[in-house]
């Protein structure tokens, strides 16, 4: 059964950090391409970023809103995604899903994330 | 990359059939057959239940099927249960290489 669980959510002023990580199980992790995708209260979801597999080169792409303060990284040898978000803003408060595959196969049940002075 | 567009809600009551609309640019929807669909009831974990247009994931119910006809793709649900009522999204591949989710429909079966 393929398992996706985040943590690493909390309240964080306006300006701070945070790492969000999501652990996978039940899949070839090393295999799967990761997203990060984010629902910010009463709206609908947001594509963040994505992190191909390292067979497929590695590589992250970002969603405007984010590139620049938003960083995916991942550890095969965990099985473990990292969302590094920085300079967070108010409007970043929101639910966050890590999501594998290229069609967002299967989704955890998120980690949420509240922006607030 | 502005987000796809989708109705705000649909409705319908069970037994019948709704289709639910996701119109985009040739950038997106109607540039490439990388549309998928998912279910989200709130509190849960969204499913994916259409990939690439028209195909189902093992497990989701025949009465899911997809279609696409130029910038617009379109999920149906025929034979609506109570079950079905849940917010869709759809999302689709872009042509600079990022994703793009659609604002989301609302069902409510009657």
């Known amino acids: 059964e393929v398992q996706l669980v985040e943590s690493g959510g909390g309240l964080v002023r306006p300006g701070g950090s945070l790492r969000l990580s999501c652990v996978g199980s039940g899949f070839t992790f090393s295999n799967a391409w990761m997203s990060w995708v984010r629902q910010a209260p009463g709206k609908g979801l947001e594509w963040a970023g994505r992190i191909k597999s390292k067979p497929d080169g590695g590589t992250t792409d970002y969603a405007a809103p984010v590139k620049g303060r938003f960083t995916i990284s991942r550890d095969d040898s965990k099985n473990t995604v990292y969302l590094q978000v920085n300079s967070l803003k108010t409007e970043d408060t929101a639910v966050y899903y890590c999501?594998?595959?290229?069609?967002?196969?299967?989704w955890g049940q998120g980690t949420l994330v509240t922006v607030s002075s | 990359q502005s987000a796809l567009t989708q109705p705000a809600s649909v409705s319908g009551s069970p037994g019948q059939s709704i289709a639910i609309s996701c119109t985009g640019t040739d950038s997106d929807v109607g540039g490439y057959d990388y549309v998928s669909w998912y279910q989200h009831h709130p509190g849960k974990a969204p499913k994916l239940m259409i990939y690439d247009v028209t195909n189902r994931p093992s497990g989701v119910s025949n009465r899911f099927s997809g279609s696409k006809s130029g910038n617009t793709a379109s999920l149906t649900i025929s034979g609506l249960q109570a079950e079905d009522e849940a917010d869709y999204y759809c999302?689709?591949?872009?042509?600079?290489?990022?994703?793009?989710f659609g604002g989301g429909t609302k069902l409510t079966v009657l």
């Open positions: 999501t594998t595959g290229r069609y967002f196969d299967y």
């Open positions: 999302s689709s591949h872009t042509s600079t290489n990022k994703m793009v």
